[in-house]
C-alpha cells in the first residue's frame, strides 16, 4: 500500500486542506492525491446529553451504552475550554457506568475533578463528583456524608447553583440501595431534560 504522508506548505505548516503525496514503493515516485476533509465536528452544547436531540442522549435512551462511550470517545474539538473537557469526561465516565465499568467510570470521574477548586460551586462540583464515586465504590457512608454536605448547602437559601440542583438525583441513589447505575440513571435523567451543570 502506498505510504500516506502529509505536504508541508510554504511556511513548514502541514495544511490539512492541501492534497497529500504518496510514495509508491512499486514504482517509486510521488503522486498527489486528494485528502479526506471530515465534516466539522458537531457544536459541544449540541453533543453532550444536555441536549434533547443530541447523539449521546439517543444513544443512551435506547440503552445503547457502548455505542454512546464510543461516539464521546471519538468526539473532537480542537476548541474545548477546560470546563467543557471536564463536562466531556463527566458524561464518559456516566457511560461507562451505566456499562457497569466501574474501574473505567472512576477513573474518568476523577478526570472531572477541578484539582484547585476556589469558589463555592468548584467546591460542590467535586464534592458531587467525590459522591458519584462512593456510590460506585459501593461506600455507602461516604456517599451518604456527600450526599448529605451537598443537602444541607442547598438549604441555605442563596445556595442555588447549578450543582445544588441536582443533589435530588443523589438521594434517589442513596434510598434505592442494590440498583445498578443504570436503573437509577434511567428513572432520574430520562424523566427531565437533565442539567448541564460543569461548564464553568
Same mark, same amino acid.
Given at each position: 500500500l502506498?505510504?500516506?504522508?502529509?505536504?508541508?506548505?510554504?511556511?513548514?505548516?502541514?495544511?490539512?486542506?492541501?492534497?497529500?503525496?504518496?510514495?509508491?514503493?512499486?514504482?517509486?515516485?510521488?503522486?498527489?492525491?486528494?485528502?479526506?476533509?471530515?465534516p466539522?465536528a458537531?457544536?459541544? !452544547? %449540541?453533543?453532550?446529553? +444536555?441536549? /434533547?436531540?443530541?447523539?449521546?442522549?439517543a #444513544?443512551?435512551? =435506547?440503552?445503547?451504552?457502548? @455505542? &454512546?462511550?464510543?461516539?464521546?470517545?471519538?468526539?473532537?474539538?480542537?476548541e474545548?475550554?477546560?470546563?467543557?473537557?471536564?463536562?466531556?469526561?463527566?458524561?464518559?465516565?456516566?457511560?461507562y457506568?451505566?456499562?457497569?465499568l466501574?474501574?473505567?467510570a472512576?477513573?474518568?470521574?476523577?478526570?472531572?475533578?477541578?484539582k484547585e477548586?476556589?469558589?463555592?460551586? !468548584? %467546591?460542590?462540583?467535586? +464534592?458531587? /463528583?467525590?459522591?458519584?464515586?462512593?456510590? #460506585?465504590?459501593? =461506600?455507602?457512608d461516604?456517599? @451518604? &456524608?456527600?450526599?448529605?454536605?451537598?443537602?444541607?448547602?442547598?438549604?441555605?437559601?442563596?445556595?442555588?447553583?447549578?450543582?445544588?440542583?441536582?443533589?435530588?438525583?443523589?438521594?434517589?441513589?442513596?434510598?434505592?440501595?442494590?440498583s445498578?447505575?443504570?436503573?437509577?440513571?434511567?428513572?432520574?435523567?430520562?424523566?427531565?431534560?437533565?442539567?448541564?451543570?460543569? !461548564?464553568?
Amino acid at each position: 500500500l502506498p505510504i500516506k504522508f502529509k505536504v508541508l506548505n510554504d511556511n513548514n505548516s502541514s495544511d490539512d486542506t492541501a492534497s497529500s503525496a504518496s510514495l509508491s514503493p512499486k514504482f517509486g515516485f510521488l503522486f498527489k492525491a486528494p485528502v479526506v476533509v471530515e465534516p466539522p465536528a458537531l457544536a459541544f !452544547e %449540541k453533543f453532550i446529553p +444536555t441536549h /434533547i436531540n443530541s447523539p449521546v442522549r439517543a #444513544l443512551i435512551e =435506547d440503552n445503547k451504552y457502548t @455505542e &454512546a462511550t464510543a461516539k464521546i470517545l471519538t468526539y473532537e474539538d480542537k476548541e474545548l475550554t477546560a470546563g467543557q473537557k471536564r463536562n466531556l469526561h463527566f458524561y464518559l465516565a456516566q457511560c461507562y457506568a451505566l456499562e457497569n465499568l466501574i474501574a473505567p467510570a472512576v477513573h474518568t470521574f476523577k478526570q472531572a475533578l477541578i484539582k484547585e477548586p476556589t469558589s463555592s460551586l !468548584e %467546591k460542590n462540583h467535586n +464534592t458531587y /463528583i467525590h459522591a458519584y464515586i462512593a456510590f #460506585l465504590m459501593q =461506600d455507602a457512608d461516604e456517599f @451518604e &456524608a456527600l450526599t448529605k454536605k451537598l443537602i444541607d448547602i442547598k438549604k441555605i437559601p442563596e445556595n442555588n447553583d447549578c450543582i445544588l440542583a441536582n443533589t435530588d438525583e443523589l438521594s434517589l441513589f442513596s434510598k434505592k440501595p442494590g440498583s445498578s447505575f443504570a436503573e437509577i440513571y434511567q428513572e432520574v435523567h430520562l424523566s427531565k431534560q437533565p442539567i448541564s451543570h460543569l !461548564e464553568y
